[in-house]
């Protein structure tokens, strides 16, 4: 070895750096691809059981919705009647929108509205310093022209909404991208691994929350009890969905059957498919025009359409509104979808001394005999 070849120098620093930003890139694109792959995974899980399983939960719903039903006509109870109405509204209702917003992505779930900003100073020089820096013209590679025209239109977004914040994150990416990095011999070279591994970390760290929120929504906690074997698990939720649904129809079948004749004993069964008809019952052409109406059906089926001027109290809020029925000595209509839920509260009324009688075949008869009705806002109305 000679003076004029002398031992070439690596910084050990820097070469601890090179090997430690070259493994978390690598940690880096692993777990972006393990949270992209479980994001998919979830999607279609969540497509298939929908399909597979939704008629299932809907029939169960219906049975526990007849069966509660069922229950309330025979007692003529307002707690059961109260569960009879919680249990139907149960039945094909809308999802709740919190619930639905759950699985979505952050971005999705609370879109930012559009503002109309002038950006500040901070956001002005930033801005000027990415163009510069980033602008397509700046490259005649067809496709690094891409990735910074792509780039760009996300530092315009962010600068169209003044957001600095963003501006510099968008910034410290560019600055620390592998196409900016300097050469190994450069003396800025240690202060960009500095900024690379920096930008790494916050981004496996953006990845691991967003893999926990990925596991933690209802379609995750459940694929994750058999990640292996997803088609086995939903046979076997759809088996015992079953299961359910025909311990629910052998309850309903049970609390319909009629009394067995037991040695001459023929007292009426407490509860029989006919039991409804023995209350006071009238059909839509015969209701005087000017008589009480209440309507007991929800918001969205009054809001479609319903008789002007009449009364309405949901079927869940009867018991605790009763006090708001007009002129307790006037016969009182009730009114619903079909006529089944009018009942159940008849027979409530009735058992308070009341003078009610139950409109047959509900709104849907209502309009079939050309009754008048009327909806909500400017739109036409129609019975939901």
Same mark, same amino acid.
């Given at each position: 070895m000679t003076a004029e070849s002398p031992v070439q120098w690596t910084d050990p620093e820097r070469q601890r750096?090179?090997?430690?930003?070259?493994?978390?890139?690598?940690?880096?694109l692993t777990l972006?691809?393990?949270?992209?792959?479980?994001?998919?995974? #979830?999607?279609?899980?969540?497509?298939?059981?929908?399909?597979?399983?939704?008629?299932? $939960?809907? @029939?169960?719903d219906e049975l526990d919705a007849l069966v509660a039903e069922t229950v309330a006509a025979r007692t003529g109870h307002p707690e059961d009647i109260r569960r009879a109405a919680d249990a139907r509204s149960?039945?094909?209702?809308?999802p709740d929108l919190d619930a639905l917003l759950a699985d979505l992505p952050p971005e999705l779930a609370e879109p930012e509205p559009p503002r109309r900003v002038r950006p500040g100073k901070e956001a002005q020089r930033i801005y000027r310093d990415l163009a510069r820096r980033a602008h397509p013209d700046l490259s005649t590679d067809p496709a690094e022209q891409q990735r910074r025209s792509a780039f760009i239109a996300r530092v315009n977004e962010a600068y169209a909404h003044g957001d600095a914040g963003a501006l510099e994150e968008l910034a410290e990416e560019w600055s620390t991208a592998p196409e900016a990095a300097p050469a190994p011999d450069a003396p800025d070279r240690l202060d960009w691994l500095r900024q690379r591994l920096d930008w790494l970390k916050a981004k496996i760290g953006q990845l691991a929350a967003e893999q926990v929120r990925l596991?933690?929504?209802?379609?995750?906690?459940?694929?994750?009890?058999a990640p292996q074997d997803p088609d086995g698990l939903l046979t076997e939720l759809a088996e015992q969905l079953l299961a359910k649904a025909a311990e629910r129809q052998a309850e309903l079948d049970r609390l319909l059957a009629?009394?067995?004749?037991?040695?001459?004993?023929?007292?009426?069964?407490?509860?029989?498919?006919?039991?409804?008809?023995?209350?006071?019952t009238t059909d839509a052409a015969s209701v005087p025009a000017d008589a009480l109406l209440l309507d007991v059906r929800e918001q969205d089926e009054w809001d479609a359409g319903h008789v002007?001027?009449?009364?309405? #109290?949901?079927?869940?809020?009867? #018991?605790?509104?009763?006090?708001e029925l007009p002129e307790p000595d006037r016969r009182l209509y009730v009114l619903c979808r079909v006529g089944? @839920?009018?009942?159940?509260?008849?027979? $409530?009324?009735?058992?308070?001394? @009341?003078?009610?009688?139950?409109?047959?075949?509900?709104?849907?008869?209502?309009?079939?005999?050309?009754?008048?009705?009327?909806?909500?806002?400017? @739109?036409?109305?129609?019975?939901?």
């Open positions: 750096l090179e090997e430690l930003v070259a493994a978390t890139e690598l940690a880096w972006e691809v393990d949270v992209e792959t479980l994001r998919v995974e #979830i999607d279609n899980f969540a497509l298939i059981h929908h399909q597979l399983l939704g008629p299932l $939960y809907a @029939r169960l149960r039945v094909d209702e809308l596991e933690r929504s209802a379609m995750g906690e459940l694929l994750l009890l009629p009394v067995p004749d037991n040695g001459g004993d023929h007292r009426e069964p407490q509860e029989n498919p006919t039991m409804f008809t023995q209350l006071p002007d001027g009449a009364l309405h #109290i949901p079927i869940g809020e009867v #018991i605790a509104r009763i006090g089944g @839920r009018s009942a159940q509260v008849v027979q $409530y009324l009735v058992a308070q001394g @009341r003078d009610a009688v139950n409109v047959d075949g509900g709104m849907f008869a209502w309009a079939a005999a050309g009754r008048p009705m009327v909806g909500g806002g400017d @739109r036409d109305p129609f019975v939901l």
